[in-house]
C-alpha cells in the first residue's frame, strides 16, 4: 500500500516585507554563521566555521563506518575507515561557503535559511584524494558521473532523501577533491561530517557532502533532489534554471570598533584605523583586488600573502576616521573580471547574493 | 568636552505578532543553539553547545593575558595564565544555559535574541575554584561581592560598558565557582573565553563571564550595567524587579525519526520508538522526575545515572507510536518540587521560559 506523504502539501509562507518567519528564526538558531571578527583568523577556530545542516547530524561511530562505492566500476567496495585512511593523505585549506548566504538580504526573500552574509569559513581538511579511491574501485568507460550520498536523511519539500550531490567524471578527478577525516588538525566533529566527507574545492558549501556513505558511479546525470531539484539559480520561480556550481566572488570586512548588542551598528574612535577582512572566488581563481568604500568612494586594499589556491586571501587598508556617521564596504574582483553587485542580485531560491559588504559606523572624536 | 552618545536614542521596534525583525534574524545567525539531536552526547562536543556573544569576540594572547585582582584585598596582584594554573587544578562537567532561553516563544515578545528552546549545551570545564585566587589577595573583613569583568566592550541600550557581573561573597567562595582555561580537555577556542574565563555551576549563562581580565572586590554591590540593568525578571516593562540567578528546571527531548528541512516537523515510523532527552536544574538541585506527554498524557520516564551535581541527567521511555499526528512533550520536576508550566510565563525581557518541550510527530505505518 502506498503511503501518504505526510510533508507533500507542506507550505512555505510568502515572505513579508522586513519581517521574518518563525520558522526562518528556528533555522536561523540551528545553524550558525561566522562571527565577522573572527575573519581575522587565518584558519577559522572550530565551532566558529558556519554550519548549515539539512537534516538530523547523524549518530555515527568510526568503528562502524563503511563506504560503499558502487555502480559503473570493475570492483565495487565497502571501505572501512582505515582502508580509506590508508590512502596517501593530502591537506587543503579551504574556504566553504554556503549558496544560500545573503538570502536573508534578498526581497522578496525565498523561506529558507535567512543568511545575511555570515555563512563562511577557512579550514584545514586532511583526508585523500577522491580519485585515489576511484582508481580503487576501477570506473568504467561509460562512467559519467560520481553521486555522493550522506547518512542524513530528511524531506525537502515533501521529497524524502538522503542527502546527496554529485560531480561530472572530470570534476571528481581532480586532486584537489577529497574524501577528508580532519578539519583542523582534528579528527571531524559530529557536525561537520564526522566520520567521513567529501570536500569541494572552489564549489559552493552544499557540494561537499557530509557524513558520506556511498560513493555510486553513474553512466547517467544524478537525480537526487538536491542535485536535480534543489540548488538552481532561477531568475523567477518557474523559470528557466541553472545549477548551482562554484562560489561566486566575495568579500567581508572585520566590523572595526565596538558594537551595540542588538542592532550591531560600530562605534569608532576618529584616527587611524586599519580596516581588514578577507576575499574568495570560487573554481580555484584568484583574487585580483579588493577595493574598501567609505561613503562609496574606493579606494584599494593591499592583499595579504595567498595562504592557497582555494583559500581566501587577506587584505588590509588604513582609514583616517573622522567624526561622524559613515558606510564602509569592500568589494573584491577576481582574475576572471568576475566583481560584486552593489545591489543584491536577486534569486528565486536565495542563492548566490554576493553583493558588496556594508557596516554602519558612528566615528567619535578622541577624548 | 563631553561626547554625544550615538547609541543613546536606539530604539527597539516593537515586535509583530509572529514575525521576528531583521535584527533579531542577525542575532540569531550570530548566536548559536544546540543542535536538539545533540543532546544524544553526555559532553557537548565544542562547536554544538550554545554560545552567546554580547559583544566581539576579543583578540587574546595567552602570553600577555594578565587578570588584576583588586578592590577590597590586602594584596591586590596581576597574574598570568601561568600564575593561574599554577592553583590546584579541577574538572566539573557543568550545564550552561541562556537565560533568555525561551525569548522568541513568548508573545508578545522583548526583541532581542529570538531563542526557542536551544540555547544549552553540557561541557567539562577545567580551572581552579575562584576561592583560591582569592585567598592568594585575601579579602578585606569589609569585601561583599566580587565583581568580574571581561575583555569585550560595547553598548547596550546606550550605555558603553565592557560585560561584567558579580557574585556575592558567600556564592564566590564556593569550592564549585571556577576560574577556567580549558572547556572537553582542550584549551578555550576563542568564542567560549579564550584564553581564561568563570564558570558558575547552576546558574544562568550570563554569570559565568567570558574573556575574564579583572576581578574587583567590593564593600559595596556592584553597579555595571549588566548587573543593575540587564538580566532582570520583569511581570510589567516598568514593574518591580528581582535578579536573574539560578536556572530554572528544565527538559529538552531529542526529537525522533527524520525532520522536514523546513519546518522540523518529524516524520517516525510506527512501532516501538525511544524518546530520550535531557533534564537539569539550577543551584545543584537534583532532578526528582521527567515526565514524557504522548498527547497530552503523561507517564514518566526512566532517569539515566548523574553525571555530576551540576551536569544535566538523561532520561528515556519508550513509546508505542502509532499511525497519525501526535504531540510529544517533556516535563521535569527538580528536588524542590518546581516544574515546567505548561504555557511559557511571559517576562518584559524574555528571561527564564521553561515552558515544556513540545515537538510535532507524523508517524506513518510500517511499509
Known sequence: MKQANPFQSTERRANVEGLFHGEEVALANRNSGILLEALRYDVTPVGLHYLLSHFDVPEASEKDWRVEVAGRVRTPASLSLDEIRSF????????????????????????????????????????TPLRNVLDRAGLLDDA?????????????????????????????????VLVVWAMNGQPLLPQHGYPLRLIVPGWYGMASVKWLTRIEVLAKPYDGFQQAVGYHYRSEPDGPRTPVTHMRVRSLLVPPGIPDWYTRRRLVDAGSVTLAGRAWSGGGVPIARVEVGIDGQWQPAELDPPLGRFSWRGWRCTWRAEPGEHELSCRATDADGDTQPLEPRWDAGGFGNNVVHRVQVTVRAKP
Chains 1, 2 share one sequence.
Open 88 to 127: 596517501p593523505a593530502r591537506t587543503l585549506p579551504v574556504t566553504l561557503e554556503c549558496a544560500g548566504n545573503g538570502r536573508g538580504a534578498m526581497s522578496p526573500r525565498y523561506p529558507s535559511m535567512p543568511w545575511i552574509c555570515e555563512a563562511v569559513g577557512n579550514a584545514e581538511w586532511t583526508g
Open 144 to 176: 559519467a558521473e560520481i553521486a555522493f550520498i550522506g547518512a542524513d536523511r530528511g524531506f525537502d519539500r515533501g521529497v524524502e532523501h538522503n542527502f546527496g550531490r554529485s560531480l561530472k567524471r572530470g570534476v571528481a578527478s581532480s586532486d584537489d
